[in-house]
DNA sequence: AAACCGGGGGG
DNA sequence: CCCCCAGGTTT
């Protein structure tokens, strides 16, 4: 039972700009609200959902129809309906079409997508051919691996499936190049069942219609993402449901600038309400820097002043008078010594300065009491400063808070 | 230069 | 299970 339309248009996966028409068609339309009487629960009586089958990759039941329906409205007037892949719309062209639309914009696809299946017009064709001829009808499309997994896949489901990509969505995702989402989208439109799809357009969509705060890399992020996008989906017309949103996505919930006076989910979206359309989806994390870690040295002496010294030409903070550092205690021991007459040192509350390439673990040591040494105290680079003149030094930002932050000297 | 992304693979 | 990477193009 594949829904309605017979035709429907799958939209760029991620990244896409979709030139069609966009323009005056949307602003007219989104303004009517599509809404239908409301029918809160209709085909799911299901109760709580049942996620289990699939390790919860599939539907359970279709909780909230404003969204599709909407969706769907806008989908009917402005969606497109005349992509290659959609006719015949069957799962051997979906399937290719899905693993060529996560690379490239649609309007580069197309022609790859035709000279493809002219050449290897079934799974049988491309499980047959050589991978030198698969390639060669990829070249130019960029990611080569997936086309390899593409040549692969196909051979496992003739030795394997009686030569059909199977309906059996963990079936589906087991085969190289299909994941979650690819398996959900390859189900709802080739076979019309209700699974969800997740790629780059409904995140950004789904984070916007519901504030979803966070970057989907988190896993909380992603969790609630597939939720959302499971919720959604209808049980009717899942084929040009799952169209619809990505070509919302692609269309009009665009990532800079979206198009809201021409969304039909405006009146219901978070982002929207809350001026937040620019902060979502949550930029992604600085990438993972490595954390390094240092013992600063405080040597402070009976007057109160402290031990600085001026850093080499090299390196983070160059130039700037910052304190004895050392990377384990016995040389911070060792240097202290160096510089003065200890007895003994406190340790201080550690905290992190993050670079831009590195974060800082930081061990202050205070080294209270400490009686300079003699000759070598002085020089250009080492000096013992009162924190009084501190301000009128070029100090790392941490070294200044660390030091106008010393707790009292101990009693001795 | 960096962000982008679904899936594979490694830890 | 969780984290990281590959890969070409866009911002």
Request: overall charge neutral; hydrophobic content about 45%; some cysteine.
């Given at each position: 039972m594949v829904e309605s339309t017979g035709q429907s248009a799958r939209p760029a996966t991620f990244r896409t700009t979709r030139q069609w028409t966009i323009a005056d068609g949307h602003a007219r339309s989104q303004r009517r609200p599509h809404r239908r009487p409301e029918r809160a629960d209709r085909q799911c009586r299901t109760g709580p959902r049942e996620h289990r089958r699939a390790g919860g990759k599939t539907c359970g039941a279709a909780a909230v129809t404003v969204f599709a329906d909407a969706l769907l409205a806008w989908f009917d007037r402005h969606g497109r309906?005349?992509?290659?892949?959609?006719?015949?719309?069957?799962?051997?062209?979906?399937?290719?079409?899905?693993?060529?639309?996560?690379?490239?914009?649609?309007?580069?696809?197309?022609?790859?997508?035709?000279?493809?299946?002219?050449?290897?017009?079934?799974?049988?064709?491309?499980?047959?051919?050589?991978?030198?001829?698969?390639?060669?009808?990829?070249?130019?499309?960029?990611?080569?691996?997936?086309?390899?997994?593409?040549?692969?896949?196909?051979?496992?489901?003739?030795?394997?499936?009686?030569?059909?990509?199977?309906?059996?969505?963990?079936?589906?995702?087991?085969?190289?190049?299909?994941?979650?989402?690819?398996?959900?989208?390859?189900?709802?439109?080739?076979?019309?069942?209700?699974?969800?799809?997740?790629?780059?357009?409904?995140?950004?969509?789904?984070?916007?219609?519901?504030?979803?705060?966070?970057?989907?890399?988190?896993?909380?992020?992603?969790?609630?993402?597939?939720?959302?996008?499971?919720e959604h989906t209808p049980a009717a017309r899942t084929a040009d449901y799952t169209q619809a949103i990505m070509d919302l996505g692609a269309t009009v919930c665009v990532r800079t600038r979206p198009l809201c006076d021409a969304c039909p989910m405006q009146a219901h979206c978070i982002a929207h309400r809350d001026h937040l359309t620019a902060q979502l989806p949550t930029a992604k994390p600085g990438k993972r820097i490595p954390t390094r870690s240092t013992l600063m040295l405080i040597l402070r002496d009976g007057e109160g002043r402290v031990l600085l010294q001026r850093r080499g030409p090299q390196g983070v903070w160059s130039g700037l008078w910052s304190l004895p550092e050392s990377a384990d205690s016995d040389g911070a021991w060792r240097e202290a010594q160096r510089h003065a007459q200890i007895e003994d040192a406190r340790s201080l509350t550690p905290f992190v300065h993050v670079f831009s390439h590195y974060r800082l673990q930081i061990q202050p040591l205070l080294f209270d009491h400490a009686a300079p040494a003699r000759a070598i105290a002085d020089n250009a680079d080492l000096r013992w400063y009162a924190i009084a003149d501190l301000p009128s030094l070029g100090l790392p930002a941490p070294v200044r808070s660390l030091l106008t932050a010393l707790p009292e000297p101990a009693v001795p």
């Open positions: 309906h005349d992509l290659p892949w959609q006719h015949p719309r069957d799962a051997y062209r979906v399937w290719l079409s899905e693993i060529m639309l996560q690379q490239t914009q649609v309007a580069t696809v197309i022609p790859y997508f035709q000279r493809f299946v002219a050449a290897l017009p079934s799974l049988h064709a491309l499980a047959a051919a050589d991978e030198d001829s698969v390639l060669a009808l990829w070249s130019g499309l960029g990611y080569y691996r997936r086309a390899r997994f593409l040549h692969r896949a196909a051979q496992l489901c003739v030795e394997q499936h009686q030569g059909e990509l199977p309906r059996d969505f963990d079936a589906l995702a087991a085969l190289p190049g299909i994941g979650r989402s690819t398996a959900g989208a390859i189900l709802a439109q080739a076979y019309g069942l209700r699974y969800p799809i997740l790629d780059g357009n409904v995140k950004r969509v789904l984070t916007r219609f519901h504030g979803i705060v966070g970057h989907p890399s988190e896993r909380e992020v992603e969790k609630q993402l597939w939720l959302r996008a499971d």
